[in-house]
């Protein structure tokens, strides 16, 4: 037991701190969500890479209760530990999980590197014990990738060819400033692909299809982004583009290979949400607040718990045919890149400034979703009293 006032500790795009209860209440509100959309049709196991936040944490919460799967996470955690609170995902993963066994249900968090042989073999030593998988969804999103070999790859969200000179958003002032971002060398390129691209997502589906664990007809999905023109530089024809064209580009091998049991692989390319992930890319948490604006203002709006219940309802779902673009991949993103929507967005983006913030951006809307994903300025949470920390990842354990 370790009770304790948790204060929030936000410094530019990463929280040292989160809030056990503010966690917790935010994973009741998705699965709230998912009940009220009354999923039909069942999953047997669903192993979930990248579980604990964002558009992982929502899959993992609908496979488990919108589907009623077994259900194994890998998320890269901190547990809370000597008085200092554990990351937010560590308490996400273990509301789930606490919520799940007061149901009835199984839900497991593995916590490692996803791209270690350890875990990959702790996965597949539960998945022997749960039952191969009949959805396997890839949401890492991971600043680094270290080899077996001990090569560490870094990650780098810069331009490629030409340096960016464009429009972000200084989070530590508030001000909307002009962002200069050297062009990447070739050796950050090759390791945001390394880290971002197809190649762990295959060697996971490879391993799985060895140790007999893809049930038959079973689905592998794994999550993309294209985003706008105005991030196109930073984003798409940036490091982080070439990495999700690789993952793109990998996705047929994965299909392949999941035909032999029956199966289908897809890219899925959702939307773009406010997680840790996407704050962390120059010139995003900008757009994202004009973006924002736009849809709310024509009733378009999504959040990541909406876009998942849509990826399995519509798509991906038991019984369900996923609708593809020419290229094969599923467009959860068709509502943010309407012409309706980019056509106000790139004005906005013209006269964007500092002055016209207000008028032009939801920059209070992105901060509120920002700490709510550290469970801050969560709804009926009462930050003066004092939350448990110290909670165990999986229940019962
Ligand atoms: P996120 O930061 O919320 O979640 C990342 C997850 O990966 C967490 O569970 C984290 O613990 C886990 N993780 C990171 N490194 C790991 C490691 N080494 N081993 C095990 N787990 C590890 O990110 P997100 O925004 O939800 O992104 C998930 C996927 O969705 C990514 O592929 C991303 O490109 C894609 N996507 C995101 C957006 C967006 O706007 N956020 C939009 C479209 C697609």
């Given at each position: 037991m370790s009770l304790q006032v948790v204060q929030p500790r936000i410094r530019g795009f990463i929280s040292l701190s989160a809030h056990p209860d503010g966690c917790a209440a935010n994973v009741r509100e998705q699965v709230e969500v998912i009940e009220r959309a009354r999923l039909e049709g069942s999953l047997g196991t669903v192993l979930v890479i990248g579980s604990t936040t964002g558009y992982g944490l929502a899959s993992a919460l609908v496979a488990c209760f919108g589907y009623g799967a077994k259900t194994l996470g890998v998320g890269f955690e901190k547990?809370?530990?000597?008085?200092?609170?554990?990351?937010?995902?560590?308490?996400?993963?273990?509301?789930?999980?606490?919520?799940?066994?007061?149901?009835?249900?199984?839900?497991?968090?593995?916590?490692?590197?996803?791209?270690?042989?350890?875990?990959?073999?702790?996965?597949?030593?539960?998945?022997?014990?749960?039952?191969?998988?009949?959805?396997?969804?890839?949401?890492?999103?991971?600043?680094r990738r270290r080899d077996p070999d001990g090569t560490v790859w870094n990650s780098a969200l810069k331009?490629?060819?030409?340096?960016?000179?464009?429009?972000?958003?200084?989070?530590?002032?508030?001000?909307?400033?002009?962002?200069?971002?050297?062009a990447a060398t070739p050796e950050e390129i090759e390791a945001t692909v390394k880290v971002m691209g197809g190649e762990d997502w295959l060697a996971w589906m490879r391993l799985l299809s060895d140790e007999g664990l893809i049930a038959p007809g079973a689905r592998a999905i794994a999550y993309s982004y294209i985003g706008p023109e105005v991030s196109a530089p930073i984003y798409r024809r940036g490091t982080i583009g070439k990495a999700k064209e690789h993952l793109e580009q990998t996705a047929p091998e994965v299909d392949a290979l999941m035909r032999a049991h029956g199966g289908a692989?897809?890219?899925?390319?959702?939307?773009?949400?406010?997680?840790?992930?996407?704050?962390?890319?120059?010139?995003?948490?900008?757009?994202?607040?004009?973006?924002?604006?736009?849809?709310?203002?024509?009733?378009?709006?999504?959040?990541?718990?909406?876009?998942?219940?849509?990826?399995?309802?519509?798509?991906?779902?038991?019984?369900?045919?996923?609708?593809?673009?020419?290229?094969?991949?599923?467009?959860?993103?068709?509502?943010?890149?309407?012409?309706?929507?980019?056509?106000?967005?790139?004005?906005?983006?013209?006269?964007?400034?500092?002055e016209t913030m207000s008028e032009l951006a939801d920059w209070d809307g992105y901060k509120r979703d920002f700490q709510k994903l550290f469970g801050f300025g969560v709804d009926g949470i009462d930050y003066d009293q004092p939350s448990e920390v110290d909670r165990p990842l999986n229940a019962g354990a």
């Open positions: 547990a809370p530990e000597g008085g200092k609170t554990g990351t937010a995902g560590w308490y996400n993963a273990a509301e789930a999980s606490r919520l799940a066994a007061e149901q009835g249900r199984t839900y497991c968090t593995i916590n490692g590197d996803a791209f270690s042989d350890e875990v990959k073999r702790e996965v597949v030593d539960a998945l022997r014990a749960m039952g191969p998988a009949d959805t396997v969804i890839y949401s890492l999103a991971a600043p331009p490629i060819g030409e340096a960016y000179h464009g429009r972000a958003f200084d989070l530590r002032n508030e001000t909307v400033t002009e962002a200069s971002i050297e692989a897809w890219v899925s390319v959702n939307k773009s949400v406010v997680t840790q992930a996407s704050s962390a890319i120059p010139a995003v948490p900008l757009y994202m607040s004009v973006a924002f604006r736009v849809m709310k203002a024509q009733g378009v709006h999504e959040g990541v718990i909406e876009q998942i219940v849509r990826l399995f309802k519509d798509h991906a779902g038991p019984g369900r045919e996923p609708a593809t673009d020419e290229q094969g991949r599923i467009r959860l993103d068709d509502r943010e890149m309407a012409d309706s929507v980019q056509t106000v967005v790139a004005e906005s983006w013209d006269r964007i400034s500092t």
